[in-house]
């Protein structure tokens, strides 16, 4: 049996199809049992009119989506057969929208030898995902003013020294960790070896025979070591264990009462090893990141990492449910460092990468048993989570279908139409030549919009719309931010003609 049966416990919440109603994420944590969806689709409804609120549209239009649930379907029947074909042992993923969990399934086994079957409740050694909680922790702390990134580390951590790429290398700071750009060594000892990850004192004794393979900001090189130095950061700046402060500062707000560090939990998915040539698996035990759990050492669901998704969208102020301001998210989303081939970079905490032009950001995981990844599209706020308790499922690659798939569809689903200005044929009388010192613009009326190219440029290139704002004036919308590109563009008349164009604050004047 690959998945759960409609009529297990896990089902009674979010059967598997049809899905005919998205729950918002801080309603999901309630405990109930209902014999139907529409039982329980009255439930709900009831209870928000009760405290005075209507279910999100975008919410009711997934809900209502045939091509949702069509792409739902496809997904749904692709994961069978790659556990069945690869013989993984199980899967949980999710798909959040704004700040509804869209749609979350558990397929195969939490356990094998007992059969215990895959839950959205399940618990994963999410590994390093742990990552972005403690960045997302280190900007807290700089929100309160506590610490910059431009920081030296060894401000804080006066014990922090190591061996050095090159003698004049500049002082690592907490910027650095937080992008992999601090050229440390990856790792703290054997601990992917043996499992005995070392203890804080234990970091903090072999740091000086630590040799850096680059200067800082040399290359983005992953590190594990960073991040546990950056955990440690955080304990000295707060005066809290790591541990207490996530669940402060980022568990609580959030509802994540699943959530837990470096803690063996009974409704864990036991953790299998790759698959052999002779078809087995080997069963990990419980691993405790000890000293480096601020690299690796978080355990979650993927209703809990659905409400840590949704946190990445929300603006204003910190505050309640906002981890962090709009402009702290903003500079953890943002490319800070890039991969060498510049095919993908590091913000701070997150992953960036872009593909078939659309950006994504996120992080995966992995630890012995298990491999997870998480990828966002900070546009259309949808992201996509899977969970895996095994090391060969490749996570990355079941999240990029999701995405394609089910993902793609929320996003068209709740895809909101811009508020356009209707064209007016008056408009005609802007196209035109016109020039500068600095050349010539022409304005041309393409398919009931007004355009403006460069006839002088080597190439055509791609088109300069003037998107309609109001009362005469427009908007410069380009692929690239040369010009002035995201400024107004008005035409100046006299006597009934067009005699200049204003671009942001040069002109130019209309000759033909």
Known sequence: MLAPDASS????????????????????GMTMRVSALSGFRSFLLGVLLVIGMSPPASAQSVAEDPHVDAQIELFSNWLEGQIEIRGLPGIVVGVVSGDDLIWSQGFGHADLASERLMETSTRFRMASHSKLFTATAIMQLREQGLLRLDD???????????????????????????????????EASSHWTDFDFPTADEVRALMPDRVAPFSPEVRWKYSNLAYTIAGMVIEEVSGMSWADYLQQNIFDP???????????????????????????????????????????????????????????FREGARGDDRLLSTSSLREMHRVRMLETTWTRGQGIGFSVQRRD????????????????????????????????????????????????????????????????????????RFAGIYRSRGGETRVL???????????????IGEPTYLEPVGDGTFRMIAPTGGGAVGEIVRFVEENGEVIRMVTGDSYSVRVR
């Open 445 to 459: 009326v393409l398919n009931g919009r007004l355009v403006s190219m460069n006839p002088w440029a080597s190439s």
């Open 9 to 28: 416990p896990q089902n009674l919440l979010r059967p598997r199809l049809p899905k005919r109603f998205t729950i918002p994420i801080w309603l999901q």
């Open 152 to 186: 030296p580390v060894e401000d804080y951590l006066p014990w922090f020294s190591y061996q050095t790429a090159s003698a004049d290398d500049p002082p690592v700071t907490i910027e650095h960790l937080l992008t992999h750009s601090s050229g440390l060594p990856r």
């Open 254 to 312: 959030l509802g994540m009462s699943a959530s837990s560090i470096d803690r063996p939990d009974p409704m864990m998915a036991t953790g299998y090893g790759s698959r052999m040539p002779d078809g087995s698996r080997q069963v990990f035990p419980f691993v405790d990141a000890r000293g480096m759990a601020a690299a690796t050492g978080l355990t979650s669901t993927v209703e809990d990492m659905a409400r840590f998704v949704s946190a990445q």
């Open 357 to 428: 032009g659309t950006l994504y950001v996120g992080h995966g995981g992995g630890y012995p048993g298990y491999t997870t990844n998480t990828s966002i599209q900070l546009d259309s706020e949808v992201g996509v989570i899977v969970l895996t308790n095994t090391n060969d499922s490749n996570p990355a690659q079941i999240a990029q279908q999701l995405m394609e798939t089910v993902g793609h569809a929320v996003a068209d689903a709740t895809a909101e139409v811009p508020e356009t200005v209707a064209w007016d044929p008056a408009w005609e």
